[in-house]
């Protein structure tokens, strides 16, 4: 079994052209090797499509496609500095906001 590499978490939105014509679509995980996107986009597996972020423009073939998900990978792999770009999060995780009330003072 063959594992791939970890993927950073995020919520990235970005657009992408498709042999259909462009569209919108938001990363959830990234690495330097593939990403996972949510869309609307009429796409198939084995397409090339071109994602732009950033002034950046990335090029990927679509692995697999399922229930507005799908799965691509870069050709060629993003640098480290693209990763970190993307691993940045927009909106923040919903659940985890950060307060102080909720602790104790330590005496």
Request: a positive charge; aromatic letters at 10%.
């Amino acid at each position: 079994m063959q594992y791939r590499p970890h993927r950073y978490r995020t919520e990235f939105p970005t657009t992408m052209r498709t042999p259909f014509g462009p569209a919108k679509a938001v990363i959830n995980n990234v690495n330097e090797t593939g990403a996972l996107m949510e869309t609307n986009a009429h796409i198939l597996r084995g397409q090339k499509i071109e994602i732009s972020f950033l002034n950046n423009e990335v090029s990927g073939i679509v692995q697999w496609v399922a229930g507005g998900r799908c799965g691509i990978t870069f050709h060629p792999f993003l640098t480290v500095k693209q990763v970190d770009a993307l691993r940045y999060k927009q909106s923040g995780h919903r659940g985890m906001l950060h307060s102080s009330t909720g602790y104790d003072e330590m005496r």
